[in-house]
């Protein structure tokens, strides 16, 4: 069966270096970024891959290193589409790495939320649900209803992945009470409704199994 959807994206507060020093690798690096995300918004990987690869070597020598963790971030991103999932958690937990010493615990949600999609992704539901939680732990401790309310998301699909449906009620009810609170997209709205219908039929299934028996 092919893996859903996930809905998530890392989205990376850019700030730009102001050393005079650094600025021509800088202004570089910027080029060679721009260029990559608008070849990854029209899915020509292989041209994105090529670009984000001289940004992060340029941003390497100027700075800042937010925009290293963004670019490494883009980098896994391509991998991930790719279905290349080595090389994507290569550059994810690069990116976590770096984001992880700047204290930046938004983005470090974020990032451990794409490393348990490509988990997902490749079938590797145990080890996708741990960083979910990981993710989840921090949300509990910081002020991110929208970065959470993604985490429970994804915890919810992993759960229906694993056959665990009645663990997945308790965490779908949490997620369908927060998108309320902050506004969530349609999509994700659409998502939860549908969620919460399949694990319906699952559990009608089973119990209707076990009363047969």
């Known amino acids: 069966m092919k893996p859903r959807k996930i809905i998530i994206m890392s989205l990376f507060f850019v700030f730009l270096s102001a050393n005079p020093a650094f600025c021509n690798t800088g202004e570089e690096a910027d080029k060679w970024l721009k260029n990559g995300e608008d070849a990854l918004q029209d899915k020509n990987y292989k041209e994105a891959l090529g670009c984000l690869e001289k ?19 883009d980098i896994a991103y391509v991998y991930l589409r790719l279905e290349k999932y080595e090389a994507a958690l290569s550059y994810y937990k690069e990116s976590l790495k770096t984001t992880e010493g700047l204290k930046d615990f938004r983005n470090i949600i974020l990032i451990k939320n794409n490393i348990a999609q490509v988990y997902y992704s490749s079938g590797q539901y145990d ?62 709205v659409d998502s939860l409704n549908a969620l919460g219908l399949e694990i319906d039929y699952n559990l009608n299934n089973k119990h209707g199994f076990l009363n047969a028996k």
């Open 55 to 73: 940004a992060l070597k340029a941003y390497k020598i100027s700075g800042p290193e937010k925009q290293v963790a963004l670019v490494q971030n």
């Open 127 to 188: 080890k996708a649900l741990n960083y979910y939680n990981e993710s989840l732990d921090i949300c509990k401790e910081s002020d991110f209803p929208k970065e959470k309310l993604l985490t429970l998301h994804g915890i919810v699909i992993t759960y229906i992945a694993l056959g665990k449906y009645e663990e997945a009620i308790s965490y779908r009810l949490a997620a369908v009470i927060l998108a309320e609170k902050t506004n969530a997209s349609p999509e994700l």
